[in-house]
């Protein structure tokens, strides 16, 4: 999975979270399972299943499930440190004049565009 596409999954997981932590504070009946669920299905599509040999020593099995799972680890760790650094960059600099949800959404827009080069390495918080 591209990083593009993690950061895109991990500001949809974001979303769903802000949402059902709103509908929370109005006191509406919120479905948990559901934002855990999509939690879930991100680290599940991220991570790859892991092959230990039957002979590998504990040493070796356990190197074995780092070397496959680092890459992954890393990579949702940076897609949510990412979008963490643009939401606190708006919040940090006292703009007013946009709303987490809408920097979420123009970081989505941005990212799906294909025919941009934006990336997790542009600066898209600017004009948001």
Do not use: C, Y
């Amino acid at each position: 999975m591209e990083q593009s596409e993690i950061i895109l999954r991990a500001i949809g997981v974001l979303t769903e979270t802000q949402e059902m932590v709103r509908r929370l504070n109005e006191d509406t009946e919120v479905d948990i399972d559901a934002g855990e669920a999509q939690l879930g299905r991100l680290v599940t599509e991220v991570f790859p299943s892991v092959e230990v040999p039957g002979d590998a020593t504990p040493a070796e099995a356990g190197q074995a499930v780092v070397d496959a799972l680092m890459p992954a680890a890393i990579s949702l760790v940076g897609a949510f440190a990412f979008l963490f650094s643009e939401l606190a960059d708006i919040h940090d600099t006292d703009r007013s004049d946009i709303k987490s949800t809408d920097l979420l959404r123009t970081l989505a827009l941005r990212l799906s565009d294909t025919d941009s080069n934006a990336g997790p390495d542009a600066d898209l918080g600017d004009d948001a």
